[in-house]
């Protein structure tokens, strides 16, 4: 049972990152029936420990208590740095006796520095997934969800999927009922509906050249009617097979997973800035049906157009009801 937490601080660290793990396992819940920890913040060089924001958090105790905590913790700090032989060393003997290791957003990159990631699945902040695959190609890097467990190693994703991860790993280890107990107090949900993909808010692939800019712009004006690849080569004036070459050669995909990509973007900015009901959004997004819309929402944003316009819909206050 989960009972005794290693926070390590390491210097140029996320304060919020860092905050994230102090909430979860730091504070005494007894009084609301929920589990106290043996929490405590270690450093490989106890004193002042600077953050990425300037002001440094002073950490009194070394590193020794790790090798016996239940789960060792590290947060996000700056991409690029290395980090010191000390706290990778602690993260390995942790992960070969069975502990839980956890990292929140870049804290992956110590994790994956340590060797603990190697042949598994892991993630990490949607903006360093890329990195963090072509720096560890031994890696498995899953860019779309909030948190990944791979046996005792938990890796949370960007800033407040750190807040997942760490509640993921209250609920493993002592129940629904606990991990609730947290949520509760923190003023979030247990479980959140979705991953990172759906907060992500460009195009997963451009044109690279102006070959084609005429007839993708004319494709995301036009997403309503039925764009097939036939339909599209006529318009660029090619033969269906050479259009569809071209747009992979430099878009990277094919047509219609491009299509797909932007009416998936359309469909998020009216589930957030308009009333349109689902059948609405998807007619007029060129899904067709509610039933197809929602199906391509949990292939590639991992959550459902009712769930996706719950968390980022746009709600009108009275002011602004009255004046439209």
Known sequence: M?????????????????????????????????????????????????????FSINVEQGLEFADTADLVAVPASPVGTEPDERILEVVRRAAARGAWVLSVCSGSFTLAKAGVLDGRRATTHWMYADRLARDFPQIDVDPDVLFVQDDNIVTGAGTAAGIDAALHIVRTELGAAQANIVARRMVVPPQRDGGQSQFIRTPVVECRSDSLSGITAWMVEHLDEDLTVDRLARRALMSPRTFA??????????????????????????????????EEIARETGFGAASVMRHHFVKVLQTTPTAYRRAFGHRLTDLEALAS
């Open 245 to 278: 070459r071209k747009f992979r050669a430099e878009t990277g995909t094919t047509p219609n997973a491009w299509l797909n990509r932007q009416r998936l973007l359309r469909a998020q900015e009216l589930l957030e800035a308009s009333d349109l009901t689902l």
């Open 2 to 54: 989960l009972k005794t937490v290693a926070c390590l601080a390491v210097p140029q660290m996320a304060p919020f990152e860092f905050g994230v793990i102090c909430e979860v396992f730091g504070i005494d819940r007894t009084d609301d029936g929920g589990a106290s920890f043996d929490f405590r913040i270690l450093a490989a060089d106890p004193g002042p420990i600077p953050t990425k924001l300037g």
